[in-house]
């Protein structure tokens, strides 16, 4: 092909268009993906017209290039299949780590809310071994207490917690059974 001979392009396109548009359907099952392809193809064709003249099998060589083309275009939405995916788990993730977070907030605030209901020694014995980490000899030692009354009033402030949330969460199961019935 000369180099700036266009009427040879234009033939080589008219004769060649609708073969590459029927390859490239095969793969893409798409008019708008087929009939962009052939423009590519040509495209590209007409930018290295200069090197053409050395090709023997000019057919051959233009579906060589709607090959590379078309894989090119399936890889890319391959990995733009991919990239989707992964940003569609990605905001249900932060979607679960939101919803967590609420939830976790609002459980903080009940079990806050169990602690203020404990008596003021046992509040303050529960509190010195969870939050201050104190083993229950220190804290026995601190308010002049037996180890084991230490160890009992940690052991029925937990209890109480426990049964306090407890009653919460049967509570919020029993209201999505009226809302959404099984």
Request: with cysteine; hydrophobic share 35%.
């Amino acid at each position: 092909m000369a180099k700036d001979d266009s009427s040879h392009f234009e033939k080589l396109y008219n004769e060649m268009k609708d073969d590459i548009y029927t390859y490239a359907y095969r793969f893409f099952r798409s008019s708008a993906m087929a009939e962009d392809t052939v423009q590519d193809v040509f495209l590209q064709i007409w930018k290295s017209r200069d090197k053409l003249d050395d090709q023997n099998n000019i057919r051959a060589y233009i579906f060589r290039t709607a090959r590379n083309n078309i894989f090119n275009k399936l890889k890319r939405a391959a990995m733009t299949q991919r990239h989707d995916q992964q940003l569609t788990s990605l905001q249900e993730l932060i979607g679960n780590i939101t919803e967590e977070s609420v939830n976790m907030k609002e459980l903080l605030c009940l079990y806050e809310e169990a602690i203020d209901k404990l008596s003021r020694q046992k509040k303050n014995i529960y509190n010195m071994s969870r939050k201050n980490e104190l083993s229950h000899q220190e804290i026995a030692d601190q308010l002049s207490l037996s180890k084991n009354s230490v160890k009992d009033a940690i052991v029925k402030s937990s209890k109480f917690i426990r049964q306090y949330l407890q009653r919460f969460v049967d509570l919020t199961l029993m209201l999505l059974g009226l809302i959404f019935p099984f």
